[in-house]
Nanobody, 120 residues
Framework: QVQLVESGGDLVQAGEFLRLSCAASGPIFSINHMGWYRQAPGKSRELVATITSDGNTNYADSAKGRFTVSRSNAKNTVSLQMNNLKPEDTGVYYC??????????????WGQGTQVTVSS
């Protein structure tokens, strides 16, 4: 099983920054897509930012200009640098990875989530 472990969530004030990290482990042959999703209280999980193995990125409109997603293909890690945080960024942030295992099976794995709380 491919497992993802996130870290970096915290309670911060508006205008501050946080960096989230996620590490994937297990029988990974390749990871095509890694990304971050957010679930705010009472809302559905939504995309924040994704990045492909060749570095193509995609951001939610709310993240553009403030957040930067990056990854290390060699280490199977993905990070999310979040600057100028706003109270509406509050939520549980989940890491996602999609790829292929050494057994030639596709995987679509999620981390357990890390809480980000931004106070006004």
């Amino acid at each position: 099983q491919v497992q993802l472990v996130e870290s970096g969530g915290d309670l911060v004030q508006a205008g501050e920054f946080l960096r989230l990290s996620c590490a994937a482990s297990g029988p990974i042959f390749s990871i095509n897509h890694m990304g971050w999703y957010r679930q705010a209280p009472g809302k559905s999980r939504e995309l924040v930012a994704t990045i492909t193995s060749d570095g193509n990125t995609n951001y939610a409109d709310s993240a553009k200009g403030r957040f930067t997603v990056s990854r290390s293909n060699a280490k199977n890690t993905v990070s999310l640098q979040m600057n100028n945080l706003k109270p509406e960024d509050t939520g549980v942030y989940y890491c996602n990875a999609r790829g292929v295992t050494f057994y030639r099976a596709n995987f679509d794995s999620w981390g357990q989530g890390t809480q980000v709380t931004v106070s006004s």
